[in-house]
């Protein structure tokens, strides 16, 4: 039998393993290094997107403001920085990387977002750029990558969130049944009506709007709760004792045409239903491709306000809500058909039904609502202070 050598030089070479592994787990842990390094800015950018676009999300929500007020860019800013500080502890945010914007979807791919807005056309978006570089926060260090000569990543994301005007209301919306004349809710707003002459109404009638107009009530936009003083934003005080006031404020049929108490104090707290919006009393005036109700429409309803609906409107106090605007109206009392020019946003801030004529106070607001679909256009019908929720968007 042949007997393997054991002399150095032939046959088995010992060292030659050790020698190779040597020289590749030197290619080994580089690798892994790369892959380490290359996770945790992958990691760490995602984490930078989320709270970009959290921030911008929030931002987009506080640059809304009731109709007429200015918006406060310093306040959203403020806004847009404590959710940075939520969901990233330790970054922060410079004042030109938190942009007031329009963006407009249905204009031109390129020509959505604006980053010029006025008091007339306001920012209805929020820009939001975040660094981790040389600009803000100092570029990323890095675990490994030093090893080859890479210490640190430059990263920045941006994210864009805007809220969309709202057109028409769905089943579900926090639409009231009662109209409010449209002229009042635009001398509320310190402006007259688009369009309109001299705010929309001629003589004493328009100096009887004038008498309407206070500031007498505050509301809290956090916890909802009305108080007596002043916040800066008018209210209009409807079904007034005044001369010529009386007409400006009824209930609407939303539903059926018999308009019963039950169903008015319903909808006053909670919107119409589907089964409102498809009695067939109402079903013609509803869109049948999306089952909204867009604006303009005629409407019945009763010049009048019953006593039995005080309850449900001291419900709502302090409550963004959804009323329907009208310009003219023929008839009188359970005959009178309104035409139903646009919808607002308004808080009820009284209730006084102790005399007669029965009294309301309203505040324009602003309200978000996922049960409205989004304008297609910035001219057309009347809208005031009704949104969307806010969304991410790619410009």
């Not at 787990?25 to 380490?36: C, D, E, K, P, Y």
């Not at 206070?214 to 209009?236: A, C, K, Q, R």
Request: net charge neutral.
């Amino acid at each position: 039998m042949r007997k393997l050598s054991t002399t150095p030089g032939r046959g088995c070479r010992p060292g030659n393993v050790l020698v190779l592994f040597a020289v590749l787990l030197t290619s080994l842990i580089g690798m892994v290094a790369f892959a380490i390094d290359t996770g945790y800015i992958a990691l760490y950018k995602t984490q930078m997107q989320r709270a970009a676009d959290a921030a911008a999300l929030a931002g987009a929500m506080k640059a809304l403001v009731p109709p007429g007020e200015a918006q406060d860019p310093a306040a959203v800013r403020a806004e847009v920085r404590k959710y940075i500080e939520l969901n990233m502890p330790g970054l922060t945010v410079r004042d030109e990387d938190v942009k007031l914007c329009r963006y407009t979807p249905y204009n031109e791919p390129g020509s959505r977002l604006s980053y010029s807005y006025s008091a007339a056309q306001q920012a209805n978006a929020v820009q939001v750029t975040l660094h981790r570089d040389d600009v803000q926060n100092s570029p990323l260090k890095l675990f490994f990558a030093p090893v080859i000569g890479s210490k640190s990543a430059a990263l920045a994301t941006t994210s864009t969130a805007y809220c969309a005007k709202g057109k028409s209301v769905k089943p579900g919306a926090p639409l009231l049944p009662y109209t409010m004349q449209i002229d009042y809710y635009y001398a509320a707003m310190g402006q007259p009506r688009p369009g309109g002459t001299g705010g929309g109404l001629l003589g004493s009638l328009l100096n009887t709007i004038k008498n309407l107009i206070s500031d007498l009530f505050t509301v809290n936009p956090v916890t909802l709760l009305v108080s007596l003083g002043p916040d800066g934003i008018n209210e209009v005080e409807l079904f007034s004792d005044k001369p010529n006031a009386p007409g400006n404020f009824g209930s609407l049929d939303i539903g059926s045409n018999l308009n019963a108490t039950g169903e008015l104090e319903r909808q006053i707290l909670y919107g119409p239903t589907e089964a409102d919006f498809a009695n067939p009393d109402f079903v013609f005036k509803v869109n049948p491709a999306d089952g909204a109700l867009y604006v303009p429409f005629d409407g019945g309803g009763d010049s009048g306000m019953s006593t039995s609906v005080k309850t449900s409107f001291e419900a709502i106090r302090g409550q963004p809500r959804i009323i329907p605007l009208f310009d003219t109206r023929v008839g009188s009392g359970d005959t009178t058909v309104y035409h139903i020019a646009g919808y607002a946003g308004v808080v009820i801030t009284k209730v006084d039904f102790s005399g007669n004529p029965k009294k309301i106070w309203v505040q324009p607001a602003f309200i978000v609502s996922n049960k409205v679909t989004p304008a297609t256009s910035d001219t057309g019908t009347y809208s005031e202070g009704v949104y969307l929720p806010p969304k991410l968007v790619i410009p």
